[in-house]
T-cell receptor, first 113, second 110 residues
Framework: EPEVTQTPSHQVTQMGQEVILRCVPI?????FYWYRQILGQKVEFLVS????????KSEIFDDQFSVERPDGSNFTLKIRSTKLEDSAMYFC???????????FGPGTRLTVT | KNEVEQSPQNLTAQEGEFITINCSYS?????LHWLQQHPGGGIVSLFM???GKKKHGRLIATINIQEKHSSLHITASHPRDSAVYIC????????????FGKGTKLTVNP
């Protein structure tokens, strides 16, 4: 069964460093999403992406964040200068169409020290 | 702004018991997801529904659009059902973002 994959599973970085989190969505899906979950808190929407552009973003998704689909398979989230409060689990998701079921990847645990 | 509330926050049951987890939301939605999060953190989609009822194995999800309420039921619960169950809603009006509840931590004891 097709699934969303994410790499790495765990990333440790120092404050101020740039990180890139990678996702491979399900191959025939057209909509892609990033969510994050700070430890002990609810999952929060960051951004949605369709047709090579951001379609919606939350107030969390500021200039420090960017997303890209560099090729036909990968979908990346870049954090330019990480802060301690960026430590969280980051989930990628994809869906075939707008408003259809979203399928989640296993997550990348980001730890900023 | 859509607020999604779940109850209870924590639920402990004995194997075999019938489980109900509730979810309410504050604005009109186009769809609601029920998700399962395991201790390792991974999220699995269980259901997406916009009306009525859906069943998959021992899991049943219902939604009442007028009352802005959804329930997830687990029949004949088993220790392997132990997980956090999360409801997440997509608001009407073209938004694609899921608004998540805080989750219900279910523990099923043998």
């Amino acid at each position: 069964e097709p699934e969303v994959t994410q790499t790495p599973s765990h990333q440790v970085t120092q404050m101020g460093q740039e990180v890139i989190l990678r996702c491979v969505p399900i191959s025939n899906h057209l909509y892609f999403y990033w969510y994050r979950q700070i430890l002990g808190q609810k999952v929060e929407f960051l951004v949605s992406f369709y047709n090579n552009e951001i379609s919606e973003k939350s107030e969390i998704f500021d200039d420090q964040f960017s997303v890209e689909r560099p090729d036909g398979s990968n979908f990346t989230l870049k954090i330019r200068s990480t802060k301690l409060e960026d430590s969280a689990m980051y989930f990628c998701a994809s869906s075939f169409n707008r408003g259809t079921e979203q399928y989640f990847g296993p997550g990348t645990r980001l730890t900023v020290t | 702004k859509n607020e999604v509330e779940q109850s209870p926050q924590n639920l402990t049951a004995q194997e075999g018991e019938f489980i109900t987890i509730n979810c309410s939301y504050s604005v009109g939605i186009s769809a609601l997801h029920w998700l399962q999060q395991h201790p390792g953190g991974g999220i699995v989609s269980l259901f997406m529904l916009s009306s009525g009822k859906k069943k998959h194995g021992r899991l049943i999800a219902t939604i009442n659009i007028q009352e802005k309420h959804s329930s997830l039921h687990i029949t004949a619960s088993h220790p392997r059902d132990s997980a956090v169950y999360i409801c997440a809603a997509i608001s009407q009006g073209g938004s694609e973002k899921l608004v998540f509840g805080k989750g219900t931590k279910l523990t099923v004891n043998p």
